[in-house]
């Protein structure tokens, strides 16, 4: 088994860049981790592997699992790949425990910037911050003359212009999946239309100004996509890029880096990444900021607790970021930042507001993600479709007792 | 055989099917009027999240569970009469879509629980017929062949039933979507460009071609086997009456496989309504979902970690009512057969 | 066969059409996945349909036979890299297991339920019929909070004296049954009960009851009846059942991909995986392969069995 583990660790390092060299401690407590299977986390579990005997679990679906595996008691993870997003069914069912004394005790490579401070308690740890921001083929701008879009009206005008042109199959792509995908996008403009979600009575407010723009811009997109958009998320956007279909796309930063292999993308060096336009002008940049990081599950011996903080803090060396300085942008030393990293440092510079992490969010979240598609399809109104939204939030909050 | 042997007989059976099917179904009942909720507080705290260069900590009201001494949320568990049906059915929206100038049909579609009702049943009922014609079809064609023919073409019939059904689903969506090999082809074929993905119609007419594709093979199978006890006395007897090859497959053939043609109907009846796979094969949540994908999705965490168990309790008793109603005339021809034979 | 019933001509070429544009049909999507596997990305996703089957691309950076491009890269890396092999073991055991232990079971019922005319005997047959209409969906999200805490609500057994002892002779605490094949397999074998028994239970009613009730007459109990003058007569349509419970247990994904963890995970759920971290074109061929690899076992399984499940069908596996 060991030698399997070892045997996958530096395969998954080779893939993702030079080997990186071995943990610093010798991990002798069996482990298992449970994460999204981006990069950057095939990067950090590859490092964790080369501490001894951590088993991990790389699922873009773990979003799913989470919650009940930490809930089980012993707790079938010790450590869970988390982020602001993700990090709430954890926090509110109570399953990953405080780190400050394991901090103290073994977190002195950690900068205070990575310590994830929920009331006062450190309960997370960050390896890197990610959004997503605007990518666009920066040949095919400079041909037709546009300038870096600043505003969505920019990007639309832009769009056209490359519509008109026939360079590419597609001007625009986007993460419209309905759920998650098209909810982040959802938020993202709706914030960036100076919208609140909520009112302080947790009950929901989408049904406004903002809410209807937000649709109308997401509409007028849509124009620009390929007409199979409700089934594109984060990957079927990216393989349209590396394929040359697309030229404009709001996407993650963690994808970036993918533009520029090789050995996938036919578009390598050609698109530039900048900061998130903005929704309306002057106003911030309409994305939100993410962190990624880990937790600890609570419903395990302490010893388990210490092995598997070890093996995190372990992971996120300097070798294992230099090795793999694209795949994020890091929060860890020997980062630098390179043309992958732009755009997500730019909108985080520009004021990108970070991503809430309540409990409230994830119920709209959930609310809207299910009912946004009935509007581009043309099912529902807009006004129809932010009701659904109201209805379907207040449905579950009131399921909660949440809202009375 | 005397009922103490029977009992020993079926024990084994029937404890299996009690503990996993009967006593979660039980319970999936009572969970149907009965709500879970947290206890929240609402205090101000402090959180801090990294920026790209410094961290950002912010102070704000924020509503979250309450915990027990043990770190547990805790939770109130209450009955709640028909509450989660009326939910799941919302009465009220129907009733105002139905009265005069209130948006009829579609906005009856508008609700979930209806939208599923509806696709599963068009699913149902459009798979049956073609399933079972298409499965004749293929037994009667393919026992006209040559002997030595038959045994490879029963294998390459029998290939899309056999393989995997999630694998199936997605190695036709990867003919399809986007610059698929059938979509260029559809593309050659028309000179315009279709996008199967793109729509509710073509994918709900390429989840039903699916479906048949899958199960025909099956029916086929049942009916191949079957044909060959075809009495050829009854045949030849046919033959002298002067019966023509339509009236001999009318006369003698259908109503022997009658009896076959109701068991491929029942479990296509029961496989189908609960049409699950295609839905997430090919991702058509969007504009297509199902009963059965109606409650995984109920059941599935949201963002926040939450499942709306009641609700989709309320809408897996529904869902079997809906089965019960479509078994009724099978239930009761069988009653009929064990009477007859009491 | 009587000259009158030969088919004429032009009846014979629409059937000879109609089998071979089925047999295209029935084989094409299959046939063009497997095709893809052996293909570099860049062939296997080109719009061109001549790039995948030709491989133009794969010569150039693979090789490839009599000049179409060939790689087993994907296959390698399915196999060595991602030790597909384990996932292979995984649904080798829950395969076998629910096989066999949904055959003895639902062989005795079968059988039982063949022989009697008792009331409950019918509905015993109607809930089957109602719990085999069921949606999985259902039953299984209702498993997975129980599977998860089953250290905590099962310790009682393992710490009640009268019982304790049973079970600490398996293992001293009680175990959380989330990612165990053994759970799986029970659950599988339940949800597939009432579709064995009632195919079983047609198939026993075309064997006739003289035979085991002469048997019985001889001394023989009912059970030494069944083992001795059922058994051996029963074999083909025991086989034709145990091709179906094959097929649900190899084929599941809704149960094993809700109820297995990566170690424990059978092939099937552990596919999805693949597709659910394609961020690469290269990993989106490789779960092509992967599904590929699991399709080729249903294919001998089949071909060796093909006469014995017409045979078994034949003889009254399946009369309603």
């Not at chain 1, 990067?43 to 001894?52: H, P, Q, R, S």
């Not at chain 2, 309450?66 to 939910?87: C, H, N, Q, V």
């Not at chain 2, 006369?251 to 043609?261: A, S």
């Not at chain 2, 309504?273 to 059941?299: C, K, M, P, W």
Request: with cysteine.
């Amino acid at each position: 088994m060991l030698k399997h583990l070892f045997v996958a660790a530096t395969l998954a390092a080779g893939l993702a860049g030079p080997a990186s060299a071995a943990c610093s401690f010798q991990n002798t407590v069996p482990l298992k981790t449970l994460s999204a299977a981006f990069e950057a986390w095939k990067a950090v579990t590859a490092a964790m592997a080369e501490c001894g005997n951590v088993q991990s679990e790389l699922d873009q679906e773990f979003r799913r699992k989470q919650p009940a595996a930490f809930a089980a008691n012993p707790a079938l993870y010790q450590l869970g790949g988390v982020s602001n997003g993700t990090i709430v069914p954890l926090l509110s069912a109570g399953t990953i425990r405080p780190l400050d004394d394991l901090v103290a005790k073994y977190g002195q490579s950690l900068s205070p910037n990575q310590l994830i401070r929920v009331d006062g308690k450190i309960m997370a740890i960050a390896m890197s911050v990610n959004s997503q921001h605007l990518m666009y083929r920066q040949d095919i701008f400079a041909e037709l003359g546009i300038p870096q879009p600043k505003t969505y009206d920019d990007v639309l005008a832009a769009a056209a212009k490359i519509k008109a042109s026939g360079k590419v199959a597609y001007a625009m792509g986007a993460t419209f999946k309905p759920g998650f995908d098209i909810g982040l996008d959802f938020v993202n403009l709706f914030l960036g239309f100076g919208g609140t979600l909520t009112k302080p009575d947790n009950t929901p407010a989408f049904n406004g100004e903002a809410g209807l723009k937000t649709l109308n811009a997401m509409k007028a997109i849509s124009a620009y996509l390929d007409p199979e958009y409700l089934v594109s998320e984060s990957t079927f956007v990216q393989k349209q890029f590396q394929q040359g279909k697309i030229a404009i796309a709001h996407l993650w930063a963690t994808r970036a880096a993918a533009m520029d292999d090789a050995k996938e993308s036919q578009v390598v060096g050609k698109i530039a990444m900048v900061a998130s336009p903005a929704a309306m002008a002057g106003g911030k940049p309409a994305s939100t900021l993410w962190w990624d990081g880990f937790a600890i599950a609570k419903n395990i011996p302490d010893s388990e607790a210490e092995a598997a903080f070890r093996v995190g803090v372990a992971a996120l060396n300097e070798n294992m970021v230099k090795a793999n300085n694209g795949a994020a942008v890091w929060l860890i030393k020997g980062f630098t930042p390179a043309r992958a990293a732009e755009g997500a440092i730019a909108t985080a510079m520009a004021g990108a507001p970070p991503y809430p992490s309540t409990i409230t969010m994830g119920i709209a979240m959930t609310a809207i993600g299910d009912n946004a598609a009935d509007f581009l399809t043309g099912k529902k109104t807009a006004e129809q479709t932010l009701a659904a939204m109201e209805a379907a939030y207040l449905v579950k909050a009131r399921e909660q007792g949440l809202v009375k | 055989m005397n009922g103490r042997t029977f009992g020993w007989f079926v024990a084994p059976s029937v404890v299996m099917m009690l503990v996993f099917i009967a006593f979660p179904l039980v319970f999936v009942f009572v969970q149907s009027f009965h709500a879970t909720q947290s206890v929240f507080e609402t205090v101000k705290v402090e959180s801090c999240t990294p920026g790209f260069l410094g961290q950002v900590c912010k102070t704000e009201e924020r509503t979250r569970p309450k915990l027990d001494a043990a770190g547990r949320p805790m939770t109130e568990t209450s009955f709640i009469g028909l509450a989660a049906y009326r939910t799941v059915l919302q009465p009220d929206a129907v009733w105002a879509a139905l009265a005069p100038g209130g948006g009829g049909w579609d906005a009856v579609m508008a609700v979930d629980f209806y939208r599923a009702l509806r696709f599963t049943l068009t699913f149902t009922l459009v798979t049956l017929p073609a399933v079972i014609g298409l499965g004749l079809l293929i037994a009667l064609a393919v026992n006209t062949m040559a002997r030595s023919l038959r045994g490879p073409l029963i294998f390459v019939s029998l290939m899309p039933f056999i393989v995997t059904p999630v694998i199936g689903a997605l190695s036709i969506r990867w003919l399809f979507m986007g610059d698929g090999i059938l979509t260029a082809a559809l593309r050659w074929m028309t000179g315009s460009h279709i996008s199967m993905f793109a729509q509710g119609w073509t994918i709900e007419v390429l989840m039903l071609v699916y479906r048949v594709w899958h199960v025909a093979p099956f029916a086929f199978v049942v009916f191949y086997a079957a044909l060959q006890t075809v009495s050829q006395d009854a045949l030849e007897a046919a033959l002298i009456d002067g019966a023509s090859r339509f009236e001999r497959l009318r006369y003698v053939v259908i109503p022997h496989l009658k009896p076959l043609i109701v068991f491929v109907a029942l479990i296509h009846l029961m496989d189908a309504y609960r049409v699950f796979d295609e839905v997430v094969g090919f991702s058509s949540e969007a504009h297509r979902i199902s009963l059965q994908f109606l409650t995984f999705n109920l059941l599935t965490p949201d963002q926040a970690g939450n499942r709306a168990v009641t609700r989709a309790s309320a809408s897996a008793m529904l869902t079997m009512v809906g089965v019960i109603v479509l078994l009724v005339p099978i239930l009761l021809r069988t009653w009929r057969e064990q009477r007859g034979r009491a | 066969m009587n000259a009158a019933l030969r088919l004429p001509a032009g009846l014979r070429l629409v059937i000879g059409v109609f089998v071979i544009g089925w047999v295209a049909v029935a084989a094409f999507p299959l046939l063009w996945t497997a095709v893809m596997s052996f293909r570099v990305p860049a062939d296997a996703l080109s719009a061109n349909p001549l790039d995948v089957l030709l491989g133009p691309r794969t010569l150039e950076t693979a090789g490839g036979v009599f000049g179409i491009g060939v790689t087993f890269e994907h296959y390698w890396a399915v196999w060595v890299t991602q030790h597909f092999y384990r996932n292979l073991l995984n649904s080798a055991v829950v395969t076998f297991g629910v096989v066999t232990i949904s055959l003895s079971v639902g062989t005795l019922a079968g059988y039982a339920l063949a022989r009697t005319r008792s009331v409950l005997a019918f509905w015993l047959l109607v809930a089957a019929l109602v719990f085999r209409a069921l949606p999985h969906s259902v039953l299984v999200t209702g498993y997975v909070p129980a599977f998860l805490n089953s250290a905590a609500w099962l310790q009682p057994l393992w710490d009640w004296p009268l019982t304790g002892w049973l079970f600490q002779l398996f293992s001293a605490r009680a175990p959380t049954l989330y990612g165990q094949p053994l759970a799986v397999i029970v659950v599988l074998v339940a949800i597939n009960q009432p579709f064995t028994i009632w195919m079983l239970r047609s198939f026993f009613e075309n064997i006739p009851a003289e035979l085991d009730e002469a048997a019985q007459v001889d001394g023989c109990t009912p059970f030494g009846a069944f083992w001795r003058v059922i058994m051996p007569v029963m074999w083909p349509g025991v086989i034709t059942a145990g091709l179906f419970s094959f097929l649900l247990a190899y084929n599941d994904y809704l149960v094993t991909a809700l109820l297995l963890d990566s170690q424990s995970m059978t092939m099937v759920p552990a596919i999805t995986q693949f597709l659910n971290r394609d961020s690469r074109a290269s990993e989106q061929i490789e779960a092509i392969a992967a599904a590929v690899s699991i399709t080729a076992p249903l294919f001998v399984l089949v071909m060796a069995f093909q006469k014995q499940i017409v045979a078994g069908l034949t003889q009254g596996a399946v009369k309603g």
